[in-house]
């Protein structure tokens, strides 16, 4: 029995670095090459991290909110995946042995549109996972919508589910994804607007409705407003960064996680994910199920009992 967590077996930890960093404003080329230097300076600083996390499109050297970017108008900023920075962000985390959650990049799909992606890479340099953006924030963000909720499983740890920036706002996709196992969710965020505060309380409440840790961050101030936030399983503030660049060390326990499920948030026995499995099946779902928005669905009529 270990003493640590009352059950056989050691505690299944996840030991990450979270990067609240900057991009080198309109370069991304300047960017990537300091990304490099900096994960590989930061691995020999916290050696035994074992997943290193940057915000989102931080590698496109991302502006600030309705800025003009300065970057070369014949280089491009899509790439298709697997590509030239891709190759080389898997060299990186071969050569480190770490898993390298850079971020999201601009991907130029097969179909000829631009995604954003977040792709997760492993310690033998294989990307294991690619997650195109399902919500894009619009009108600003003039790019195609992904269609699949994605998680990948890091042996020996756990599942771990994939959401970009504005995903955040819409809570089908931490569901889904917290439905389909991931027990913690990386949300890699680049916010230069001031609703920023709303979204660290939209992570704690993914969070508590899910059951799961939430892994929310943002860029550095210009051109984010930096707040990066993680949250645990019953959506207590883990850590929560200020706004400029920062470093964040942190170790989850991904054994919280079922034992919340188990046992119910709060020590209060709320159990949404095994209610919702119990449950949601015996539901219409106007919105899931063909409702047009502000359509009332055809209400059951019990068949009346004849008199005795």
Same mark, same amino acid.
Not at 110 to 131: F, H, L, R, S
Not at 168 to 174: A, D, K, S, T, V
Not at 211 to 217: E, S
């Given at each position: 029995?270990?003493?640590?967590?009352?059950?056989?077996?050691?505690?299944?930890?996840?030991?990450?670095?979270?990067?609240?960093?900057?991009?080198?404003?309109?370069?991304?080329?300047?960017?990537?090459?300091?990304?490099?230097?900096?994960?590989?300076?930061?691995?020999?600083?916290?050696?035994?991290?074992?997943?290193?996390?940057?915000?989102?499109?931080?590698?496109?050297?991302?502006?600030?909110?309705?800025?003009?970017?300065?970057?070369?108008?014949?280089?491009?900023?899509?790439?298709?995946?697997?590509?030239?920075?891709?190759?080389?962000?898997?060299?990186?985390?071969?050569?480190?042995?770490?898993?390298?959650?850079?971020?999201?990049?601009?991907?130029?799909?097969?179909?000829?549109?631009?995604?954003?992606?977040?792709?997760?890479?492993?310690?033998?340099?294989?990307?294991?996972?690619?997650?195109?953006?399902?919500?894009?924030?619009?009108?600003?963000?003039?790019?195609?919508?992904?269609?699949?909720?994605?998680?990948?499983?890091?042996?020996?740890? $756990? #599942? +771990?589910?994939?959401?970009?920036?504005?995903?955040?706002? =819409?809570?089908? &996709?931490?569901? /889904? !994804?917290?439905?389909?196992?991931?027990?913690?969710?990386?949300?890699?965020?680049?916010?230069?607007?001031?609703?920023?505060?709303?979204?660290?309380?939209?992570?704690?409440?993914?969070?508590?409705?899910?059951?799961?840790?939430?892994?929310?961050?943002?860029?550095?101030?210009?051109?984010?407003?930096?707040?990066?936030?993680?949250?645990?399983?019953? $959506? #207590? +503030?883990?850590?929560?960064?200020?706004?400029?660049?920062? =470093?964040?060390? &942190?170790?989850? /326990? !991904?054994?919280?996680?079922?034992?919340?499920?188990?046992?119910?948030?709060?020590?209060?026995?709320?159990?949404?994910?095994?209610?919702?499995?119990?449950?949601?099946?015996?539901?219409?779902?106007?919105?899931?199920?063909?409702?047009?928005?502000?359509?009332?669905?055809?209400?059951?009529?019990?068949?009346?009992?004849?008199?005795?």
């Amino acid at each position: 029995m270990d003493a640590t967590n009352g059950h056989r077996g050691p505690r299944r930890e996840l030991s990450m670095l979270v990067v609240q960093a900057r991009p080198v404003q309109g370069d991304p080329i300047a960017t990537q090459d300091a990304f490099v230097e900096e994960v590989t300076r930061l691995r020999k600083m916290f050696p035994g991290v074992q997943l290193i996390l940057y915000p989102e499109l931080h590698l496109s050297g991302l502006t600030a909110f309705g800025a003009r970017s300065t970057a070369d108008p014949k280089q491009r900023l899509d790439e298709p995946i697997p590509g030239p920075l891709t190759d080389r962000l898997c060299a990186l985390a071969r050569d480190l042995a770490v898993w390298l959650v850079p971020g999201s990049l601009y991907e130029r799909g097969d179909d000829g549109k631009v995604y954003n992606t977040a792709i997760a890479i492993n310690p033998a340099g294989e990307i294991v996972a690619t997650y195109r953006k399902i919500f894009p924030w619009r009108p600003w963000e003039k790019l195609a919508a992904g269609d699949e909720v994605v998680v990948f499983d890091m042996p020996g740890v $756990g #599942r +771990i589910g994939l959401m970009i920036c504005y995903d955040g706002w =819409f809570p089908e &996709i931490p569901r /889904n !994804l917290a439905w389909m196992g991931a027990e913690v969710i990386l949300h890699p965020s680049a916010t230069t607007t001031n609703d920023r505060p709303q979204e660290v309380i939209l992570a704690r409440a993914s969070a508590i409705v899910n059951q799961v840790y939430m892994v929310n961050v943002n860029a550095a101030g210009t051109p984010g407003l930096g707040l990066s936030v993680v949250a645990d399983p019953e $959506g #207590r +503030i883990v850590y929560q960064a200020g706004e400029g660049i920062e =470093f964040m060390p &942190i170790v989850l /326990n !991904l054994d919280n996680v079922a034992a919340v499920r188990e046992h119910g948030s709060i020590g209060l026995g709320s159990r949404p994910i095994a209610q919702f499995e119990a449950e949601a099946a015996n539901v219409h779902w106007p919105m899931y199920q063909g409702g047009k928005r502000g359509e009332l669905p055809a209400r059951k009529v019990a068949a009346a009992k004849p008199r005795a």
